[in-house]
């Protein structure tokens, strides 16, 4: 079946703007996770949904960021006026249960961010 | 919390040599255990997992091996290729909270 899925592969916006950033998890997969890695670093967690439940919020930098997931399937993540130090690959992943310990998550591609 | 660190930036290795990426985790209480591949502008890739209640476990050339008492774990990759060129990551969790990520080990196979 298909994997996770994230789109665009590519966005280069100028400082100040907004930028959405959208993941198509694996079908039937509750748990999806929003990363960011900077240029040669490790991954940084942004934010966790799980279900129904209210989403884990603990990463997001600042309140630039947010995300929303509808339907429990789609997510999108959202940064608002852009700051160059927000460039970086945004990484989503999604997991089968989530929350129950030991749960394989599979990543997408990743969206590269590059703010001017 | 949680943090995961890996011993090396970077291993470098010949090819068909076998490689040993290292990781050290904080948590006493860490239970699940996952070691991932990236490659060059790809997200990370599942390799292998092992939970607390194993201390070894094999996959097609590779093996990860779990020492619970000093809090160390390892991927051992066997006859090393080219295409295993990445930047490998271990993660950790403990009961139900989230993954924490390492920084990675970049491993470079030369021909």
């Known amino acids: 079946g298909a994997g996770v899925s994230q789109s665009p592969s590519n966005k280069v916006t100028e400082k100040g703007k907004d930028v959405e950033l959208r993941c198509d998890p694996i079908s039937g997969h509750t748990a999806l996770y929003w990363y960011r890695q900077s240029l040669g670093q490790g991954l940084e967690f942004l934010i966790y949904?799980?279900?129904?439940?209210?989403?884990?919020k603990s990463g997001l930098p600042s309140d630039r960021f947010s995300a929303e997931r509808t339907g429990g399937s789609v997510s999108t993540l959202t940064i608002q006026r852009t700051q160059q130090e927000d460039s970086a690959v945004y990484l989503c992943?999604?997991?089968?249960?989530?929350?129950?310990?030991?749960?394989?998550?599979?990543f997408g591609p990743g969206t590269r961010l590059t703010v001017l | 919390g949680e943090s995961v660190g890996l011993h090396l930036p970077t291993l470098s290795v010949q090819e068909g040599d076998n490689s040993i990426i290292n990781c050290a985790y904080s948590?006493?209480?860490?239970?699940?255990f996952i070691w991932y591949k990236q490659e060059s502008g790809k997200g990370p890739q599942f390799i292998i997992d092992i939970r607390s209640n194993m201390d070894k476990r094999q996959g097609q050339r590779v093996t990860v091996l779990l020492n619970k008492t000093v809090k160390h774990l390892s991927l051992q990759i066997a006859a090393t290729q080219p295409g295993d060129s990445a930047v490998y990551f271990c993660a950790a969790s403990s009961g139900f909270q989230k993954l924490v990520f390492g920084t990675g080990t970049r491993l470079l196979v030369s021909p």
């Open positions: 949904f799980q279900g129904n439940s209210a989403p884990d």
């Open positions: 992943a999604s997991s089968l249960a989530g929350g129950t310990g030991g749960d394989t998550q599979y």
């Open positions: 948590n006493s209480a860490s239970d699940y």
